[in-house]
């Protein structure tokens, strides 16, 4: 795969510009000066809005992540120094739900990208119904999220009549107590039933880009299904299942909706991942200093890990377009 | 039980034979392909359920939707729609219609240019600019709500739906520029070129020649911005709460400790989640591309 | 580059939509503030359109009978044609957390918000929210004399009201006597805490969906917390000793501590540990629970023959105790007006209506006599009807309320004030954590000992300044 990216796009238009020999040196560099203002002018307000909304909060995060501020108590606000990220990192509960937001991430997407490429996998054939199956099935992802997080933390999984537990009493399971025993593992089936469809969408599309004619030579060839499968799909996904990793894993990270609804981050702080446990040190807690220490922590901790994963994963797709 | 009857008459059904035909990997004997359909089906009904059973509780009354076992058959009533809508729902859907439609209009103005900038005319640095925007996605937005809360309290811009469109335009704008960007990567360069020999200005490129070319790309772009700001639910829970607050919001304050709420709760899940259900299921294709930031056609 | 942005068409016909921040001058304000922040000039909007009326947001909690106040609003707007009323009504902790912030950072965002016994005295010292008490020498009729002793105490600095009580609580027990009956169970007439758990065991029936009691068990300090303080102090322990040092492991502590989550664990209703007040009036009301240790008020709700099959079939007995007469606690869900209102007149209007005794006898009138705020004022318990209907709980309700004090309910004085709570700002989130350490016993994930052992260090913490400022 030629490594050519955006700079090569520059390429063509600059070289026309150079190879104009008229132009003097001076009237050049004024007419490359508004060039590259009419270049930049559109990029602009998009730009400077984002920083706004943004960056500047964030700034205010860092400063206040250097004071000790109760909001219940107005006398407290002082300047503390590192002292709040000194605390962070003997906080056994942040280290917990520092976890859970590992294992909600990690179980989601890789438990959604499993059920996910199955689901792709039978719907690309043809069969009756197709369209109505495709569209059962991407349903959940389209229901608002603080109604999928209702429906499954109280219609669900309530102890005394959810449609769970009544499943289950069929096969003679004793009803589970799901929200308050299993926390983490209920809010983990909610959002897999939400992700899914996303992640079956994004595959199946990678399947129905396979080129035919390949498959068809491979059948012809005597190929199995299977070997056709692993020797010739399952390449061709493999940058669709990293991008939908890549995505599933930035949009499931940040997941608050089911935790908020469904069990509150309890029993105790259980099932809590970062975002939630930060809303809760700050608007719970009301220690503001404290909460804004563990954003400014997780903010820096997601930049490090994305910008990585994202020019690693991004590449690929950015470089195609180019051709 | 039409299920049933159609994958039963699968096998029988003249549609096979052309079927396998047309398409490689139809293979296999038919019964095997009859029962992999049959599975299918079966998968994609258990894994709507939990859809159809929130449908259902909204036609029951409290005491059916909270029973032990679960009653499945009732004489259906429109009491909980009806409660909702008495309840002021009014109010909510309004607030998330202006949040949502300003919002997407002003993400579109916003993005349009932005990646014209990026993509047909790169600017310097386009693939550090392009990265930051999409950096911005994945910050926790929770590490940001305090400053905004307060920020939003001095300016005495708390509980007010211009507040959530400020933010839901942030939000959804690099999402934006990242699939704009692959719309008019689409855009073939002489069309370009030719514009720019005809000296036209930037302004009338634009409008003449570009928008046109990538106006379904608008589109889906919109749709995805749409979704994503009528779902919210952060911003909403925390600068809103009377005259701003939102449907989500609308859903929770059904949530009471009064004990019996589900039908009722059920009946407002339903609206609340129907504009975006019915336009996803109209769009599934631009649904692709929009999840997947313009990567995936 | 700057463009002109005129927002979107408005809607024609649509009488105070200040969902456009248009209306009223604070929404014209805010609508200015978006448009600094955006770079965007906004016009279209002119303040002042319907000036002439008073748009006031109310704050509330949902509980029961903070709804049939949102149905009585008619009431209200009829006497008062000029004040337009919005509520928010959330659960518990959210409407806490919202009220909380708003009101700490100046928001503005309400005019009426409903707090407690516990902030009260506090946020009045803050200067945060209005001293009612020249509001209620104005107001003809409205008899603040009225209000039980121990509730109007508890909302006052210096002899001045800062918040009305909408309704009061103390704690008591319930127990259904059916069931009683059946299982051949007589309930003692000041019932100790062994007892109870050997009552809930007999009772404890889980083939037929019948739990010994219900005790709440969500984290939270106006949920778990409450109930476990009472056994807490009446066990001897508590919050912490006279010279502030944290007492959450003391054998005390620790004893009741274990008493109430293995009652709640062997005996109680499944999902405990996420099920608070709302949860328990259904079981309880459903018949799925023998017994229910909980806040007065629960009456409004389970003697409300529309929605609960047990009215009528209740007997009630004071909190269970250890080592002390008494082990009831006394909460209030109050009305005050922060000092950032814009519309304080308006929003005294409401909360006077709101508090009033003839809304009490509207109510009444209205959805039963039942469902009426109880333990607020002296008044309500001469209510001809309403003592007819409240024989059996309206003795016990104002003996709790009367009887919850400190000198009652605890083995030991203390240098903070508070029952179920410990009146210090710090104490919501220190009642928070330490109310999630216990629901995760509750749950099982954590032992006792390991929930306290953090429970303490959590304290410590916050114990550090009072111990300073004592010495």
Redesign the interface.
């Known amino acids: 795969m030629p490594a050519s990216?955006?700079?090569a796009?520059?390429r063509p238009?600059g070289r026309r510009r150079d190879a104009n020999p008229a132009v003097s040196r001076g009237a050049r560099s004024d007419a490359q000066r508004r060039d590259?203002w009419?270049?930049?002018?559109?990029?602009?307000?998009?730009?400077?809005?984002?920083v706004?909304?943004?960056q500047?909060?964030?700034l205010?995060?860092i400063w206040?992540s250097l004071r000790s501020w109760?909001?219940?108590?107005?006398a407290s606000d002082v300047f503390v120094g590192l002292s709040n990220y000194a605390a962070i990192f003997t906080d056994?509960t942040f280290r917990q739900v520092a976890l859970n937001s590992v294992l909600y991430t990690l179980g989601c997407v890789v438990a959604a990208m499993v059920l996910g490429t199955l689901?792709a996998l039978?719907?690309?054939?043809?069969?009756?119904?197709q369209g109505i199956?495709?569209?059962?099935?991407?349903?959940?992802?389209?229901?608002?999220?603080?109604?999928?997080a209702?429906?499954?933390g109280?219609?669900?999984f309530?102890?005394?009549?959810g449609?769970v537990n009544?499943v289950l009493?069929l096969v003679g399971i004793e009803?589970l107590?799901w929200?308050?025993?299993y926390?983490v593992l209920s809010i983990l089936i909610a959002l897999v039933?939400q992700w899914?469809p996303?992640m079956m969408?994004?595959i199946?599309?990678?399947l129905q880009s396979q080129p035919?004619d390949v498959?068809?030579a491979a059948?012809m060839d005597g190929a199995s299904?299977l070997q056709t499968f692993l020797h010739i799909t399952l390449p061709h996904l493999r940058r669709?299942l990293e991008?939908?990793v890549l995505?599933g894993a930035?949009y499931v990270?940040?997941t608050?909706?089911q935790i908020?609804?469904m069990?509150?981050?309890?029993?105790?702080?259980?099932s809590a991942n970062?975002?939630?446990y930060?809303?809760?040190r700050?608007?719970?807690?009301?220690?503001?200093g404290q909460?804004?220490a563990m954003?400014?922590v997780?903010?820096v901790a997601?930049?490090v890990i994305?910008?990585f994963a994202?020019?690693l994963i991004?590449k690929g797709?950015m470089s195609t377009?180019?051709n | 039980m039409s299920t049933t009857a159609t994958t039963t008459a699968g096998p029988t059904s003249p549609t096979r034979g052309r079927g396998r035909s047309r398409r490689v990997r139809e293979g296999g004997s038919g019964l095997g392909s009859a029962a992999l359909t049959l599975f299918t089906w079966l998968l994609a009904i258990g894994f709507f359920m939990p859809v159809l059973w929130l449908v259902l509780t909204s036609f029951k009354q409290e005491s059916d939707a909270a029973s032990n076992p679960p009653t499945f058959f009732f004489r259906p009533t429109l009491d909980q729609y009806r409660a909702v809508f008495e309840a002021g729902a009014g109010g909510y859907f309004w607030n998330s219609l202006v949040a949502t439609v300003v919002s997407t209009v002003l993400v579109i103005l916003l993005a349009v240019p932005a990646a014209y900038a990026v993509s047909i005319r790169p600017v310097a640095k386009t693939k550090d600019v392009l990265f930051f925007f999409i950096s911005t996605k994945m910050l926790p937005v929770v590490a940001v709500i305090m400053p905004i809360y307060v920020v939003a309290g001095r300016l005495k811009v708390l509980d007010n739906v211009w507040t959530l469109v400020f933010l839901y335009t942030a939000m959804n704008l690099p999402l934006a520029v990242w699939m704009m960007r692959s719309f008019f990567q689409e855009v073939p360069r002489e069309v370009l070129e030719a514009a720019q020999i005809d000296g036209a200005s930037l302004l009338t490129t634009m409008r003449s020649i570009l928008i046109p070319m990538v106006a379904p790309g608008i589109a889906s772009t919109a749709l995805i911005c749409v979704i994503f700001a009528w779902n919210e639910f952060f911003f909403a829970l925390n600068l809103t709460a009377a005259d701003a607050a939102t449907v989500p919001l609308m859903l929770v304050s059904t949530m009471t400790s009064e004990g019996l709420y589900l039908a009722r709760l059920s009946a407002a899940s339903v609206l609340a989640s129907l504009p975006v259900v019915l336009a996803g299921w109209i769009a599934q294709k631009q649904l692709v591309r929009g999840l997947s930031m313009g990567a995936i056609k | 580059m700057r463009r002109r942005f005129t927002g979107p068409p408005r809607e024609p016909d649509r009488p105070r939509s200040s969902a456009f921040g248009c209306t009223r001058p604070r929404g014209w304000w805010s609508a200015a503030g978006v448009a600094v922040l955006t770079g965007f000039t906004l016009t279209g909007c002119t303040a002042a359109a319907d000036d002439a009326k008073d748009q006031i947001v109310v704050a509330i909690v949902s509980n029961p009978q903070m709804q049939d106040a949102m149905k009585m609003q008619d009431d209200f707007t009829r006497a008062h044609p000029d004040v337009d009323v919005k509520f928010v009504s959330l659960p518990e902790n959210e409407a806490r957390a919202k009220i909380t912030a708003s009101v700490a950072t100046g928001g503005g965002e309400f005019d009426v918000v409903m707090i407690s016994n516990y902030e009260t005295p506090i946020w009045a010292e803050n200067g945060w929210i209005e001293d009612l008490q020249p509001y209620i020498e104005r107001t003809d009729g409205y008899d603040d004399q009225d209000f039980i002793g121990s509730i109007r105490a508890s909302l006052s600095k210096d002899g001045d009201m800062y918040s009305v009580p909408f309704y009061g609580e103390s704690s008591f027990l319930v127990y259904n006597k059916e069931l009683f009956e059946k299982a051949g169970v007589r309930m003692p007439e000041h019932p100790t805490w062994p007892q109870v758990a050997e009552m809930a065991e007999k009772l404890d029936d889980p083939d037929h969906g019948v739990s010994g009691i219900c005790l709440r068990g969500l984290a939270g300090w106006g949920e778990v917390m409450a109930p476990l303080s009472t056994v807490m102090n009446t066990y001897g322990g508590g919050w912490f000793d006279g010279r502030w040092n944290p007492t959450l492991t003391a054998p005390e502590t620790r004893a009741a501590v274990t008493e109430y989550v293995d009652l709640v664990r062997d005996h109680g209703q499944p999902g405990a540990a996420t099920s608070g007040y709302g949860d328990c009036i259904t079981r309880y009301s459903q018949g799925n629970s023998a017994m229910w240790y909980d806040a007065t008020a629960m009456v409004s709700a389970i003697e409300d023959p529309a929605s609960s099959p047990v009215a009528g079939k209740s007997g009630y007995a004071p909190a269970p105790v250890m080592n002390t007469d008494a082990a009831g606690w006394l909460y209030s869900w109050s009305l005050a007006i922060p000092t950032t209102s814009e519309h304080k007149d308006a929003a005294w209007d409401f909360v006077s209506w709101m508090t009033d005794k003839e809304y009490i006898r509207n109510v009444g009138e209205r959805f039963g006599w039942e469902r009426v705020p109880p333990g607020s004022r002296y008044s309500t318990y001469q209510i001809p009807e309403y003592r007819r209907i409240s024989k059996a709980y309206a003795q016990p309700t104002l003996h709790a309320m009367d009887g919850a004090s400190q000198k009652t309910s605890m083995t030991h004085p203390v240098p903070y004030e508070g029952l179920q709570f410990v009146s210090i700002p710090e104490f919501q989130d220190l009642g928070t954590r330490v109310g999630q350490q216990v629901s995760s016993a509750i749950a099982g994930t954590k032992s006792v000992d390991e929930a306290l052992e953090q429970s303490q260090d959590y304290a410590q913490q916050v114990a550090r300044t009072y111990q300073r400022e004592g010495q």
């Open positions: 990216s955006t700079p796009r520059q238009a590259a009419s270049r930049r002018l559109p990029l602009l307000p998009a730009l400077v809005f984002t706004i909304a943004t500047i909060p964030f205010i995060t206040y109760n909001l219940l108590n107005p056994s689901f039978l719907l690309d054939r043809t069969f009756r119904g199956v495709r569209t059962l099935l991407i349903t959940p992802f389209l229901i608002m999220p603080v109604a999928s209702t429906l499954w109280v219609s669900m309530n102890p005394t009549f449609l009544w009493g009803p107590d929200t308050s025993s926390p039933w899914t996303f969408l994004l199946l599309a990678g035919k498959l068809e059948q299904r669709y991008l939908s995505l930035i990270v940040n608050f909706d908020y609804l069990t509150a981050g309890g029993p105790g702080t259980s970062l975002p939630y930060i809303y809760q700050a608007f719970l807690g009301f220690d503001i909460a804004a954003g400014v997780v903010v997601t930049i994305a910008n994202l020019r991004f797709f377009e180019q």
